[in-house]
């Protein structure tokens, strides 16, 4: 049976990248205070690479796991790209099936991605929910039932 794999050259290349990239975005994520508001917009860009919105906003558990899932759906898919292009008789699989993996997974490629930026704004809207939640409404009631500041 023949698995692809990237070579180790170009493993390295791609790992030194991604670790430069996450660096470089954690480094420009912290410049604001950690209880300060989260812009939506800045997070939106942020998200433009994969999981970085998420460490934008300071979900670090949750940007590893969208770094490791889209980066598996994107080996997967080489995978099954490689298996359909050089398909012999030998693998276990027909190469139809080989091509309908490689589509699924390019859909699946899309659709982390899609999610990620979505929940990175979403988060950065919500950021402030809990601080807004807790404060006083800091008015009172008068005696017509009114409220004023």
């Known amino acids: ?45 942020f998200s433009l690479i994969p999981g970085m919105g998420q460490a934008y906003n300071g979900k670090w558990l949750k940007s590893a796991m969208i770094i490791a899932i889209e980066a598996s759906a994107i080996s997967a898919w080489s995978n099954n790209l490689e298996s359909y292009n050089n398909y012999d008789s030998s693998l276990p ?40 939640m807790n404060s006083s409404l800091d008015k009172e009631n008068n005696e017509g039932g009114v409220y004023e500041k």
């Open 93 to 132: 699989l027909n190469r139809n099936r080989y091509l309908e993996k490689r589509n699924k997974y390019a859909w699946w490629i899309g659709i982390i991605y899609v999610y990620s930026m979505i929940d990175a704004v979403v988060d950065a809207h919500l950021n402030s929910f809990d601080t807004l």
């Open 1 to 45: 049976m023949k698995l692809s794999v990237l070579r180790p050259d170009k493993y390295i290349i791609f790992l030194k990248i991604g670790v430069y990239i996450l660096l470089l975005n954690i480094a420009v994520a912290n410049d604001d205070k950690t209880n300060q508001q989260k812009d939506p917009k800045k997070a939106f860009y």
